[in-house]
T-cell receptor, first 112, second 109 residues
Framework: KAGVTQTPRYLIKTRGQQVTLSCSPI?????VSWYQQTPGQGLQFLFE???????NKGNFPGRFSGRQFSNSRSEMNVSTLELGDSALYLC???????????FGQGTRLTVV | EDKVVQSPLSLVVHEGDTVTLNCSYE??????LLWYKQEKKAPTFLFML??SGIEKKSGRLSSILDKKELSSILNITATQTGDSAIYLC?????????WGAGTKLIIKP
């Protein structure tokens, strides 16, 4: 059974650009969450989608947005990139609301 | 505001030692508590605890939940250098996993 797949694995962008990250959950999982992780920081919650609906959103500016498709795949978009957006972005999928989450390998975003 | 607090934030021990990591929580709608290990990138799932007082065990790792004290501990016995990692605790509440900051564990040979 394939795990959570995130693409791309690495990305370098310049300030002001926008970026789209992709996450394919484990087959059958309908919940997808996104997290930002910077050195020395824990997992900062961005948002969670379940059956194409955003159920929760973390405390991030409106430049961060996401969506989920009918096949449960999810995308995250960051517009007008800032240097501080450089981080590891992790996606996790769950079968249901009270089950364990499985993480992808992450996308390492560097903004220069 | 929901929060999860882990202690200590970092810990350095020698191979063979036993360690205990702590996780305490204050959340409005507790469903379960989860432990993860993060080495390089993706956190990997260790345990999920829902019932108080029931120990979950996997090899040298074990964990128990105390709902009365709103806390959980993760024990690692006979530590090895491969146990060096960040250990994350999360609480499932209102469709969301609320994460602690993690405990960075370093095992010295």
């Amino acid at each position: 059974k394939a795990g959570v797949t995130q693409t791309p694995r690495y990305l370098i962008k310049t300030r002001g650009q926008q970026v789209t990250l992709s996450c394919s959950p484990i087959s059958g999982h309908r919940s997808v969450s996104w997290y930002q992780q910077t050195p020395g920081q824990g997992l900062q919650f961005l948002f969670e989608y379940f059956s194409e609906t955003q159920r929760n959103k973390g405390n991030f500016p409106g430049r961060f947005s996401g969506r989920q498709f009918s096949n449960s795949r999810s995308e995250m978009n960051v517009s007008t990139l800032e240097l501080g957006d450089s981080a590891l972005y992790l996606c996790a999928s769950r079968w249901g609301e009270n089950t364990e989450a499985f993480f992808g390998q992450g996308t390492r975003l560097t903004v220069v | 505001e929901d929060k999860v607090v882990q202690s200590p934030l970092s810990l350095v021990v020698h191979e063979g030692d036993t360690v205990t990591l702590n996780c305490s929580y204050e959340v409005t709608n507790f469903r379960s508590l989860l432990w993860y290990k993060q080495e390089k990138k993706a956190p990997t799932f260790l345990f999920m605890l829902t019932s108080s007082g029931i120990e979950k065990k996997s090899g040298r790792l074990s964990s128990i939940l105390d709902k009365k004290e709103l806390s959980s501990i993760l024990n690692i016995t006979a530590t090895q250098t491969g146990d060096s990692a960040i250990y994350l605790c999360a609480v499932n509440s209102n469709y969301q996993l609320i994460w602690g900051a993690g405990t960075k564990l370093i095992i010295k040979p």
